[in-house]
């Protein structure tokens, strides 16, 4: 054979296994990256989970301290129970509400409560309280995002 022609395929074969050993080794850091990512995930999935868990607990226990016994501060609208046990920040938005001639959006709530409508961060609170209320049957909300008084 040609010394030169085997010269050229040790040199063609020395490349290939340094090509080699190079993808084997970018190989074990994206499998190494896979594993670091999939344990991130199910951490992250974890953290949710008590997240949500934390959440719903506290909305379900929006409770305070009364004469050592737990009442929820905003209780759901019953017959024996009184707009006068609401907060006094609730009891404004509810008299807020029956000054307005029907179905209103949190934005004009607020623009009768005087708050800086113009600032996202100061009237999500608010959304939050009419949401509140709505869900404990003070409010009605409607599909479109307005809320009326419930009679």
Known sequence: MDPEL?????????ELDE???????????????RDDLAVAERVLERMSEQLADERASAAQSAA??????AVMLIPHRTS?????????DYQRILAAM????????AREVGQ??????????KLE?????LVRLADRGWLRKLPDG??????
């Open 6 to 14: 085997l010269e050229r395929i040790s040199a063609r074969r020395a």
């Open 19 to 33: 090509l080699e050993e190079q993808l084997a080794k970018q190989l074990a850091e994206v499998r190494a990256e």
């Open 64 to 69: 305070g301290q009364v004469g050592g016994q």
């Open 80 to 88: 024996g129970v009184e707009e006068a046990t609401l907060p006094p």
């Open 98 to 105: 029956r000054q307005a001639a029907g179905p209103v959006k």
């Open 112 to 121: 009768v409560l005087g708050v800086d409508v113009s600032v996202r961060g």
């Open 125 to 129: 609170p608010l959304r939050g309280k």
């Open 146 to 151: 307005r809320f009326t008084i419930r009679l």
